[in-house]
């Protein structure tokens, strides 16, 4: 399928000032989002056009008419991915579009018809896997008393005590530790703050890791060197990325002999953790930095416990031939 099958389609590619693709991924607020959404909208692009190696970029978003939408979230329940990653594609979809409407490249009309498409449904538990304490302290036991160790503990202590997503993680500078009050200041989904809490224990870890970091502005977890040193730019602490911090989970976990754990997996242990200790969900939600109640209540493990207990009080008869 063509990017569309529309006569007087335009071969040029569109300037990026005006490139709708350029202009939606140029509006995020964040490098993690801004990587996603790329994707997302390369992907289409590779679909609907059939080339591999096609980008987002330079096509003629402004001609998409709602029979393309429609054939578009078609071919993506189609790929047999989950109703989430589909309609992560869909929310790109509807947002290229709608900047195409604000740069005046289509009519409201046309842009409204295009981006009438209804969610893909789906009812799936959370993926993920509990992390028990014993594997985070086996983690922790794996951690070294090198730069890199103690940046590591640090990391995992926060990710344990806070459930906090790796980009938000990653996105953390020291301004926003507050040792007196135990607190992080979290940057998460569309730029909202929030205010995550720290146990004793892991301030403890943070201190030992400032330590060795320094008390200079900058990223407050940092990529080190091979030399043990944290690696700066512009002579402040950079950030480490998403993909560095689950590196950092893989690499620790397996020297512990654990089996593989995500940043995911501590979210979803952490907001267990609480609903099981009876926090009521509205404070979960706030922690966590969900935007509905009904997502945090998808972690709650305390119905799969009340069911299973249920099943524990019937008994297997005991084995014996009939007469």
């Known amino acids: 399928?063509?990017?569309?099958?529309?006569?007087?389609?335009?071969?040029?590619?569109?300037?990026?000032?005006?490139?709708?693709?350029?202009?939606?991924?140029?509006?995020?607020?964040?490098?993690?989002?801004?990587?996603?959404?790329?994707?997302?909208?390369?992907?289409?692009?590779?679909?609907?056009?059939?080339?591999?190696?096609?980008?987002?970029?330079?096509?003629?978003?402004?001609?998409?008419?709602?029979?393309?939408?429609?054939?578009?979230?078609?071919?993506?329940?189609?790929?047999g991915w989950s109703a989430a990653y589909v309609n992560k594609h869909l929310v790109a979809l509807r947002r290229v579009l709608k900047e195409a409407w604000r740069l005046g490249q289509s009519s409201a009309e046309d842009y409204a018809r295009a981006s009438d498409l209804a969610p893909v449904r789906q009812s799936r538990l959370p993926t993920g896997h509990h992390v028990p304490p014993e594997v985070v302290g086996a983690a922790l036991s794996a951690c070294d008393d090198s730069p890199a160790g103690i940046r590591d503990a640090a990391l995992i202590a926060v990710l344990y005590s806070t459930g906090c997503r790796r980009a938000e993680i990653g996105g953390l500078s020291l301004s926003d530790y507050d040792p007196g009050?135990?607190?992080?200041?979290?940057?998460?989904?569309?730029?909202?703050?929030?205010?995550?809490?720290?146990?004793?224990?892991?301030?403890?870890?943070?201190?030992?890791?400032?330590?060795?970091?320094?008390?200079?502005?900058?990223?407050?977890?940092?990529?080190?060197?091979?030399?043990?040193?944290?690696?700066?730019?512009?002579?402040?602490?950079?950030?480490?990325?998403g993909q560095g911090i689950a590196d950092i989970l893989a690499r620790r976990l397996g020297e512990a002999g654990a089996s593989r754990r995500t940043a995911h997996d501590f979210r979803r242990t952490f907001i267990g953790e609480l609903l099981d200790a009876g926090v009521d969900l509205a404070t979960a939600q706030a922690l966590v930095g969900h935007s509905s109640p009904a997502t945090t209540a998808r972690y709650d493990r305390r119905p799969e416990k009340t069911r299973r207990e249920a099943v524990d009080r019937i008994r297997l008869p005991a084995a014996r031939p009939l007469a």
């Open 1 to 79: 399928m063509s990017l569309p099958a529309v006569p007087g389609l335009p071969t040029t590619l569109v300037e990026p000032a005006r490139d709708p693709y350029h202009v939606y991924l140029d509006s995020l607020t964040s490098p993690e989002s801004r990587r996603t959404m790329r994707g997302c909208l390369d992907r289409l692009a590779r679909l609907l056009t059939g080339d591999e190696t096609a980008s987002g970029a330079g096509q003629p978003w402004h001609l998409l008419r709602y029979e393309h939408t429609v054939r578009i979230r078609t071919l993506l329940t189609d790929q």
């Open 181 to 241: 009050a135990r607190s992080l200041r979290v940057r998460g989904k569309r730029d909202k703050e929030r205010l995550v809490y720290l146990t004793t224990d892991a301030i403890g870890l943070v201190e030992r890791w400032l330590a060795v970091r320094g008390g200079g502005a900058g990223a407050l977890f940092s990529p080190i060197s091979r030399m043990g040193r944290v690696r700066l730019r512009d002579g402040r602490p950079v950030g480490l990325t």
